[in-house]
């Protein structure tokens, strides 16, 4: 697979967050985004005009506070929460989770090492520290899928979820590019699970560049080993388009 090429002034970038920008922790919350990678972020997003958003199962809220002071476009619990660069945040509309969640509170309380995180429209069991439950865990989000409307599972690296069925990081790439300053440009697309899959699909569809990063079968045509690669990437991107900026002045 192909390392992937560098970008011209008309693209659009997107990234994930976990495993993508950063490396995954050992809980959500200790990942840490370092003042080097805030700055990569910002300069990229000033040389393509604003064109570059995070693509996330995290909230938006959680996003901006790891970025802070940076206040990037950003769509959150995959899709199902999006804030574009008008600044306005639009929310998928979701059944009532709580008789799920009454059942999830149960079954992780009596199960260490599990950790069920809520999210607007969303309810994500962790099992990162419990690896050995998994088969469980599924079965419960199963029983849990089938206590809400609308919803369906997804699952990731130690996670399962249960998220909006019409939410998906394919929908809400889809949705900025029909905004400004996404609009007409190639959309570029970075991520390292299976949740990312359906907007590498996306973002190929209409002539844009899919890059995965990490191992795993993909429908990307790129590749990048790590997220310290996807740095060393974002450092010549932002090079290469300020020196064609400079001489196109
Ligand atoms: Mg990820």
Redesign the pocket.
Known sequence: MLEPPQPDAGCALFF?????LTE?APTPDAVVVDDRLRGLLSMLSAALCGAVAVV??RTVADIDRRLEPLRLPVAGVHGAERRGHDGYLRRIAVGDLRPAQALLDAFVRERPGLLLETKPGSLALHYRQAPALEDACLTVMSEAMQRVEGMTLMR??MIVELKPRRAGKGHAVRAFLDERPFRLRRPWFF???V??EAAFEAVQACGGVAVKVGDGETLAAHRLPDPSALHRWMAQAAHTLSRRSALAR
Do not use: N, V, W
């Not at 994930?16 to 993508?20: E, L, N, P, Q, S």
């Open positions: 994930d967050f976990d495993g993508t995954i996330s199962g990731g690296k991520g390292d699970d949740t990312d």
